[in-house]
């Protein structure tokens, strides 16, 4: 956490139903209005992404590789995101908007495409979420949150990419020690835990020498929002003054095989990885994971905090990947976080 002048954060409460955990899914496109695939656009209340994709290929009576979405969303909320499912020649099966909502799916539009919804098309996430507890009372609060509106938030991944007391990251251990080949999805699963804990830990360090949101030499920076990237012999100004607005943010790895294209003092934090987690990273290359980068920053759009009886609201756009429990670490002490 990024304590300072505005205190470090109290305890906090969010999520205590799904209605305090609203997410909605940002594309930059709609459905063509012709085409083999349907798309819904759905609504979803306590229940996975991967629950309602199961739904509607039982439902239409396709396989589970027919069916597209973007992104995975949190079980214990609102969420809205679009569906895609392959129904050549035929239409949807009557009263389908209708079964979906027996099961608590509510579907607010619909439209033809001719192409499947793929996986990390979105461009964002917007969330509304609700929070109690003695962090309304807080009066370092509202000052915590406005210095992550002007400084940017560090890019963790959030406690659920590691599963339930962070067993996804034991069975990843397991399943790096013995040699990794794909069984099932699952163990894709365990291989993101294993990435994600290592970004993690190159973040903190990052944070601890006090340079994460400074470009150093031989820097890998991100445009923000963008998976744009560009090497930086030796920053300058102009590069400074640029992440100082949040345009641009240092870059870490993502571990896997191909070298790392950072260099100087950048280079040397990511370095300090396969000392420290050999198993790890050697799995992983072993694996054949491609090594990527993500950017050690965030920045919040369109942030909003409102104030209710015994209540906090926060609104906030995140780009795809980045975890709204990024957000809440800074601001409230939860056993979840």
Known sequence: MLDG?????????YRACPEDFAVEECLDFAPQGEG????LWIEKRDLTTAMVARELARLCEASPREVGYSGMKDRIAVTRQWFSVQLPGREAPTALVERLAALGIRVLDQGRHPRKLKRGVHRANRFRLRLTGAAVEDPGFPARWERLCRHGVANYFGPQRFGPDGRNLLRARALLARGWRKRDDRDG????AARSFLFNELLAARIRAGNWATPLSGEVVMLDGTASQFSVEAPDAELSARAERLDLHPSGVLWGSGGSVAGGEASAFEAALPERYPALCGGLERAGVRLARRALRLRLADPALERGDGELWLSFALPRGAFATAVLRELIMHPGL
């Open 5 to 13: 002048e505005c205190g470090p954060p109290v305890a906090g409460d």
């Open 36 to 39: 083999e695939h349907l798309w």
């Open 189 to 192: 699963m365990l291989l993101s």
